[in-house]
């Protein structure tokens, strides 16, 4: 008997075949024999926990706005019925929800406005560590807490700050209460305005922005643009038609994440902001103090509604492609 031979004897004799490997052996050989039902048992705990925790949270809250409030006793009446959304229309809910719409708005379009350059340089110039330093700093405020951050531009913002104390050293006052609309001397500062709210939100959620744009513009190939300077058109011209649509998906997802963002947040307005609400915080007033489940609850469906149709906007233009 050759030497190969007694090996192969030996690995053939040591070989488990399907079903002598014990329970273990068995049921592999049940999954190799079932793709499927391996496939069934990964996505079961993860299906359960969205069909029923996520999903099972937001159809229960759905319900609720169905509900209303006994305007006598303040008890929930549990028949179903419209009035509690017809409450959304009343002026000063109706208010509420403008203004929220409008901030995450104009947030979104700075956004775009700051993070385009940023993006554009990135993509287009650096190269090696600038690229790893570009990320850094773009990923470093999104390291530190959230409240530390609102609580830090809380303080900037103040009457006392430094941004106050940089406009007083350069004579420059009378242009803050002109864009403010308030007496700077007289108490008020960015900390307590829109100004100031629009200020944060900006920081909070801007790395949300560069980010899809700058791996948007990753995939504009150089080879375009020369050639639009080929045939002759201006640096203007070559943004508009070549540049701008090319990254208008990756615009589009950044917008996804700062509008819904600041569509949604409560920390922010209460922290910096003035006395008139925005919808989170509308929704905490109702459920708590007011105690208006119902009323909170349609508050909230508001954000849900709105990011639908944005979504199905964001899918149109090809934004899921370049998050």
């Known amino acids: 008997m050759t030497a190969a031979s007694s090996v192969t004897q030996t690995a053939q004799s040591s070989a488990i075949l399907p079903g002598q490997g014990g329970w273990t052996g068995s049921l592999s050989d049940k999954f190799w024999r079932n793709p499927k039902l391996l496939l069934i048992l990964m996505l079961t705990p993860p299906a359960l926990w969205l069909g029923i925790i996520y999903l099972g949270s937001l159809f229960a809250l759905l319900a609720q706005s169905f509900f209303s409030i006994d305007e006598f006793s303040g008890m929930v009446q549990y028949d179903l019925t419209l009035k509690t959304y017809g409450e959304l229309f009343r002026?000063?809910?109706?208010?509420?929800?403008?203004?929220?719409?409008?901030?995450?708005?104009?947030?979104?379009?700075?956004?775009?406005?700051?993070?385009?350059?940023?993006?554009?340089?990135?993509?287009r110039y650096a190269r090696g560590k600038w690229k790893a330093l570009f990320y850094i700093g773009v990923m470093l405020p999104l390291w530190s807490s959230y409240l530390v951050k609102v609580y830090a531009w809380k303080l900037i913002l103040a009457k006392e700050g430094i941004l106050t104390w940089i406009f007083a050293k350069l004579h420059l006052t009378w242009l803050l209460e002109a864009w403010l609309a308030i007496p700077i001397i007289g108490g008020y500062s960015l900390s307590v305005s829109y100004t100031g709210t629009f200020l944060v939100f900006l920081y909070v959620w801007l790395p949300f922005m560069v980010l899809p744009v700058q791996a948007a513009l990753e995939r504009v190939p150089g080879s375009y643009i020369e050639a639009s300077g080929d045939l002759g058109a201006t640096p203007g011209q070559t943004f508009r038609h070549v540049i701008f649509p090319l990254a208008l998906p990756g615009i589009v997802a950044g917008s996804i994440f700062t509008f819904s963002l600041t569509l949604g947040d409560y920390i922010i307005p209460q922290i910096v902001g003035s006395s008139r609400l925005f919808i989170g915080q509308a929704v905490y007033a109702q459920q708590g103090t007011a105690g208006n489940i119902p009323l909170a609850a349609a508050f909230t469906v508001v954000p849900i509604v709105i990011m639908g149709f944005y979504l199905w906007g964001a899918k149109r233009m090809g934004a899921f492609d370049a998050i």
């Open 91 to 123: 002026p000063a809910n109706l208010d509420i929800i403008i203004r929220t719409v409008s901030m995450a708005a104009i947030v979104t379009v700075a956004a775009a406005c700051v993070a385009f350059p940023i993006a554009y340089f990135a993509a």
